[in-house]
């Protein structure tokens, strides 16, 4: 167990719907980072938090959007959906926001689009 | 060209063999390389971090990174069944996460 907790587990929703994906990081850990993974296109960079301000960005669309509470528990929230968001979505964290600060992955939400 | 290129495999060893894995990638301006191992419904858990060129051990485990050549490759000795997975590799700049990832590699090793 990673100690970091992504709810929920699964998730089954119809096109053009909105989901919010939850994610709690280790205690201590400061930065969040979520990313998207599928088959063709592997894990892909969404967004990284550092103790609640944005601290990186990457192939995150428009229609996706996050944010890291005072908590430090980070939301990413998914709207408009389309079939082509179907993927497995991680939740990663860390103490610090440096590459050299080891991240610990949580087990991961699979998004289901129909 | 995608920015890393990693062998799509699937591999399939018998205990005990010495795997090597590689991945390629185009951007000599990458500085740190990484190796993640995920098990089937498991997010990814890193392996290896290495930031030079040269050689890291841990363990059973050997990173290697080769800039001149854009080249990395995580070697495993006396591979054992618990090693079946996907290995994952990594790569960045800068003092950020934004990693690129390689597509994976499925490992199995048969006892």
């Known amino acids: 167990d990673s100690g970091v907790t992504q709810t929920p587990k699964h998730l089954i929703t119809a096109t053009g719907q909105r989901v919010t994906l939850r994610c709690s990081p280790r205690s201590g850990d400061l930065s969040v980072y979520w990313y998207q993974q599928s088959l063709d296109q592997g894990l892909q960079f969404l967004i990284q938090?550092?103790?609640?301000?944005?601290?990186a960005k990457g192939n995150i669309l428009e229609r996706f959007s996050a944010q890291q509470f005072p908590d430090l528990h980070s939301e990413l929230n998914l709207s408009s959906l389309e079939l082509g968001d179907s993927a497995l979505y991680f939740c990663?964290?860390?103490?610090?926001?440096?590459?050299?600060?080891?991240?610990?992955f949580g087990q991961g939400t699979r998004l289901t689009v129909v | 060209q995608k920015e890393v290129e990693q062998d799509p495999g699937p591999l399939s060893v018998p205990e005990g063999a010495i795997v090597s894995l590689n991945c390629t990638y185009s951007n000599s301006a990458f500085q740190y390389f990484m190796w993640y191992r995920q098990y089937s419904r498991k997010g990814p858990e890193l392996l290896m971090y290495t930031y030079s060129s040269g050689n890291k051990e841990d363990g059973r485990f050997t990173a290697q990174v080769d800039k001149s050549s854009k080249y990395i490759s995580l070697f495993i000795r006396d591979s054992q069944p618990s090693d079946s997975a996907t290995y994952l590799c990594a790569i960045g700049k800068g003092n950020n996460r934004k990693l690129i990832w390689g597509l994976g590699t499925s490992l199995a090793v048969n006892p």
């Open positions: 938090y550092y103790n609640g301000e944005e601290r």
């Open positions: 990663a964290s860390s103490v610090a926001g440096d590459p050299s600060s080891e991240a610990f």
